[in-house]
């Protein structure tokens, strides 16, 4: 896989001034039981990175101590760390609204099968990918079979509640576009996604969120490969908006990966863009949190800020 990381660091994308703290956003790991076309993570079945339950501990201390109030787990499929439950019940425990980026697949899964139920049971908000509604673009983009076992995986969560009004269960999809597409505007892709869900699979949901890929790892050494790199990044950069960086995840939100390293954005945990310019464990953060750290940004930034705007929730 090619090494996309030198042609984003040479950039002029804006500086970001940081706000106060309240997403802690913890990558469990980067196993998954799919190898998505469009993912930044390179995620995969073989990957044996995964989050210790020591380093969830010092997560849950870091989060405490900064009056953190929303969790936001990813991966990979953060249900296949072993200690998924066991993370997502302490944090509960400790107040915290916990978020699950969810691949609808996994609970479909054999050894996944009571996640859904685990995931009503501590009203954890699912995330759940389902990058189109239409069954050929998303098995193209995610392996064949993907669509008819992720639409099972949402009707199981739709009779535990998930998605239905006044249940108190949220369920929110995300849409990735195909190829060198932007999303299109999320508004109006979310009513398509509502009429047809509902006509064809008697399915339900609470909000779609759009989100541009990023041109980073598996995703970025496709384009790289295709020679549509530098196309991709100057649809991006035409397509910038400059009133989105108002409302940038990483103005927020602190980023943890596997071994507990901290970064301001899980894209820039890929990159390996340090939070403070050097590699900082949350051992340091826990003794002292440096004020006014900077937002280390470099051309991969205009993903989030082109057209509508793209971020862990959706457009801007």
């Known amino acids: 896989m090619r090494d996309v990381k030198p042609l984003l660091l040479t ?10 703290l309240q997403t802690l956003q913890m990558n469990l790991g980067y196993l998954c039981n799919l190898s998505c076309t469009h993912c930044h993570v390179n995620a995969g079945p073989n990957r044996t990175e ?26 990979g499929s953060p249900e296949m760390n072993p200690d998924f439950k066991w993370l997502v019940q302490k944090a509960k425990k ?37 990058p189109c509604y239409l069954e050929d673009n998303v098995d193209a983009q995610r392996g064949k ?25 949220v369920l929110n999809l995300v849409f990735n576009p195909q190829g060198l597409n932007l999303p299109a505007p999320q508004l109006e892709l979310q009513e398509s996604y509502r009429q047809f869900l509902a006509e064809q699979f008697d399915l339900q949901f609470n909000q779609l ?3 541009t890929n990023m041109p980073i790892q598996r995703f970025g050494s496709v384009l790289a490969s295709k020679g549509q790199f530098d196309e991709y990044m100057d649809k991006l950069k035409q397509a910038y908006q400059a009133e989105n960086l108002e409302n940038v995840m990483c103005k ?12 301001d954005c899980d894209f820039n945990q890929m990159l390996e863009l340090p939070l403070t310019g050097s590699k900082t464990h949350l051992r340091e953060l826990l003794i002292e949190m440096p004020e006014n750290l900077p937002i280390s940004v470099a051309d991969h930034c205009y993903g989030c800020t082109a057209g509508q705007g793209s971020s862990c929730t959706g457009a801007l």
């Open 11 to 20: 950039s002029d994308f804006p500086k970001i001034k940081r706000e106060q």
């Open 252 to 263: 927020t939100l602190i980023n943890v990966d596997w071994q507990g390293y901290v970064y």
């Open 50 to 75: 995964l989050m210790s339950r020591e380093t969830m501990q010092l997560a849950l201390q870091f989060a405490k101590k900064n009056s953190i109030k929303a969790l936001d787990l990813t991966g």
């Open 145 to 169: 079979g993907v669509f008819v076992s992720s639409i099972k995986a949402l009707k199981k969560l739709n009779k535990l509640g998930y998605g239905i009004k006044d249940s108190g269960l």
């Open 209 to 211: 969120f759009t989100i």
């Open 94 to 130: 400790q107040g915290l609204h916990v978020m699950n980026r969810c691949n609808p697949t996994i609970l479909e899964e054999v050894g996944y099968e009571d996640v859904a139920e685990f995931l009503a049971q501590q009203q954890v908000e699912v995330i759940a990918s389902l």
